[in-house]
T-cell receptor
């Protein structure tokens, strides 16, 4: 079965600090995605990647960067964390239509 | 701008009833319409999906009805069970060479009372 892992599972960060969320998949999937989930907004796409060393902007990329150093790993970087970035972040991978989600990272920015 | 609209935001049904969740979309080029469910503390998981070549897709107690002309699709959960209580998200996408960018609705919190 598809396996997507995320680390850390939860994190408390200070405003203005740098945060890196990591995602690792063992599915051999080409496509990887980062979403954030907020109450009242569902899941929204931040960044995605279809090949190593390349990332694309999703629907809400402002304040976030992404890095795909290998097929298996995809990171989300908050250079200057802000209160508004408190949310649950999900990573997903896919080979075609169906996306497999990781367990999520709960980020709290204080 | 929200491109996938979902309603209702919450729904309560009795065990054995049919729950009906609705979604509409704007972009006529979308070619994939999945429904995900999410239990508290867990990640979203694919429940069922449909492509616009069909107007109905069934999987056990779960059925998607799709109306391409009206740009609407719905999820019917027959014989609802308390274990179906979860948040359900519809989504839509256009699959391309750069992947499958899903646009999600805001979710419907379903509660099934025994």
């Amino acid at each position: 079965e598809a396996a997507v892992t995320q680390s850390p599972r939860s994190k408390v960060a200070v405003t203005g600090g740098k945060v890196t969320l990591s995602c690792h998949q063992t599915n051999n999937h080409d496509y990887m995605y980062w979403y954030r989930q907020d109450t009242g907004h569902g899941l929204r796409l931040i960044h995605y990647s279809y090949v190593a060393d390349s990332t694309e902007k999703g629907d809400i990329p402002d304040g976030y960067k992404a890095s795909r150093p290998s097929q298996e790993n995809f990171s989300l970087i908050l250079e200057l964390a802000s209160l508004s970035q408190t949310a649950v972040y999900f990573c997903a991978s896919s080979v075609s239509y169906e996306q497999y989600f990781g367990p999520g990272t709960r980020l709290t920015v204080l | 701008q929200q491109q996938v609209r979902q309603s209702p935001q919450s729904l309560t049904v009795w065990e054995g009833e049919t729950a009906i969740l609705n979604c509409s979309y704007e972009d006529s080029t979308f070619d994939y319409f999945p429904w995900y469910h999410q239990f508290p503390g867990e990640s979203p998981a694919l429940l069922i999906a449909i492509r616009p070549v069909s107007n109905k897709k069934e999987d056990g107690r779960f059925t998607i009805f799709f109306n391409k002309r009206e740009k609407k699709f719905s999820l019917h959960i027959a014989d609802s069970q308390p274990g179906d209580s979860a948040t359900y998200f519809c989504a839509a996408s256009l699959y391309g060479s750069s992947g499958n960018k899903l646009i999600f609705g805001i979710g419907t919190l379903l509660s099934v009372k025994p």
